[in-house]
C-alpha cells in the first residue's frame, strides 16, 4: 500500500525551482518536494528541458497542469523515465490563464474528466498518481461535492492520494493571491474526508505555519502539505527529519546550509545560470535572526550583478553576529 509522504513543500510557481528544491533538500532529508507546475503544452511543444531536476532533490514529485488525458500520459511516462517518484494533477490553480487551458481548479466541476486524466497517467507509470485540489469552487462548495469529487477520481481512476487545500477557490472576482487568504481554511473538511475514505491517502494544505501545527494535522491526517512559510521561512524544515520523521540525525545550522549550497552554486554558475536566480531561495533563512535584514539586503543588491559568485554569499554570512551558533 503506498504512503503519502508526512510532509511535503507545495508545488508554487517561480519559486519551487530546481535550485529551491536542491536548498530545501539540504534542510530536510525525507520531505517530499514538489515542482512547480509544469503544463503538457510546455513539455510537448516547450523549447527547453521542462523535466530537469537534481539527482539530489529525490523524492521529487512532477506537478503537471493539463486536461487532456492523452497529453498527460505522454507527459506522466516521460517523467517517470527520467526518475520522478510521484505525478501529481494540479486540481487547485484558480487563475485565469490556467482556466482558459481548462485545467487546474475549475477541473473540479468536471470529476469524470479528471477521473479519464489520472487513469490515462496511471495506465503508462508505477509512481503514484495524486490529484491537488481544493474543497470546493465558486457555490459548489458543500461536503458533497467534495466527496462526489474524491469518490469518482478514486473509484473510476484508482487515485490513492488527494492532497486538499483546504479553502474552495473562487475562479472569477479573486486573484490567485486572494484566493489563498481570503477563502476560510476548513480543516474539518479534510479530516471528514479521511473519515469517509479510510482507504485513501489524505494530505491538507493551506496556512500551515510550524511543525506542531503539523503534528497535529497527522493525528487526523497522512500528510502534511507546507506553501509559503517554506519558502519564507526555509529554516522550519530543517527540523523536519527530527520531529516529522523520527530520524536522530543532527539538526544542521543555517550556516552550515549556506556553506553546503556553495559547491552546487559554483557548478551551476560553471554552467551558465546567475548567483542571482539560486540565491533568491535563500534569503529567508536567518528570518527573526540578528542581521537577517542586512543577510536579505546584501544578496539583493549583489547576487543580480555580472559575475557575482559565492563571494557575495561569504559577504552576507558575515553580516549574521560571528557568535551567534545559528
Ligand atoms: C508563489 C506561489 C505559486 C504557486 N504555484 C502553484 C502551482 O504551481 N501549483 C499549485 O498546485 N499550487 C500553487 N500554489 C499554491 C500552493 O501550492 C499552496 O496550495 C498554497 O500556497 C496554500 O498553502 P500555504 O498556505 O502553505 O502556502 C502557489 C502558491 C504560491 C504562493
Not at 488525458?69 to 523515465?81: M, V, W, Y
Not at 503508462?124 to 498518481?129: K, Q, R, S, T
Not at 496556512?207 to 500528510?223: M, N
Amino acid at each position: 500500500m503506498y504512503h503519502a509522504s508526512r510532509l511535503s513543500v507545495a508545488p508554487m510557481l517561480d519559486w519551487t525551482d530546481r535550485h529551491c528544491r536542491y536548498f530545501h533538500r539540504l534542510l530536510s532529508s525525507q520531505t517530499l518536494l514538489y515542482t512547480e507546475m509544469v503544463t503538457t503544452g510546455a513539455i510537448i511543444h516547450g523549447k527547453g528541458d521542462f523535466l530537469a531536476y537534481n539527482e539530489e532533490e529525490h523524492p521529487v514529485a512532477l506537478q503537471l497542469g493539463g486536461s487532456n488525458p492523452a497529453d498527460l500520459a505522454t507527459c506522466a511516462k516521460l517523467a517517470s523515465e527520467r526518475g520522478y517518484d510521484e505525478i501529481n494533477l494540479n486540481v487547485g490553480c484558480p487563475s485565469d490563464r490556467v482556466q482558459n487551458g481548462r485545467f487546474g481548479a475549475c477541473l473540479m466541476a468536471e470529476p469524470e474528466l479528471v477521473a479519464e486524466c489520472v487513469a490515462a497517467m496511471k495506465e503508462v507509470v508505477d509512481i503514484p498518481v495524486t490529484v491537488k485540489t481544493r474543497i470546493g469552487i465558486d457555490d459548489q462548495d458543500s461536503y458533497e461535492f467534495l466527496t462526489r469529487f474524491v469518490s469518482l477520481v478514486s473509484e473510476k481512476a484508482g487515485c490513492e492520494q488527494f492532497t486538499i487545500h483546504a479553502r474552495k477557490a473562487w475562479l472569477s472576482g479573486l486573484s490567485p493571491k486572494e484566493n489563498r487568504e481570503i477563502p476560510p481554511l476548513d480543516y474539518p473538511r479534510a479530516y471528514q474526508i479521511k473519515k469517509d475514505f479510510p482507504h485513501l491517502q489524505i494530505a491538507v494544505n493551506g496556512g500551515v505555519k510550524t511543525l506542531e501545527e503539523s503534528l497535529e494535522h497527522l493525528k487526523h491526517l497522512d500528510g502534511v502539505m507546507i506553501g509559503r512559510e517554506a519558502y519564507q521561512n526555509p529554516y522550519i524544515l530543517a527540523q523536519v527529519d527530527q520531529l516529522i520523521f523520527g530520524l536522530d540525525t543532527p539538526v544542521k545550522k543555517r550556516k552550515q546550509i549556506v556553506e553546503e549550497m556553495y559547491p552546487y552554486i559554483e557548478r551551476q554558475l560553471a554552467n551558465g545560470s546567475y548567483l542571482g536566480h539560486i540565491s533568491r531561495h535563500m534569503i529567508g533563512l536567518f528570518q527573526a535572526m540578528p542581521g537577517a535584514r542586512q543577510w536579505r539586503r546584501y544578496i539583493s543588491e549583489n547576487a543580480h550583478k555580472k559575475g557575482a559568485g559565492i563571494e557575495v554569499l561569504e559577504t552576507a554570512l558575515a553580516k549574521i553576529p560571528a557568535e551567534l551558533d545559528v
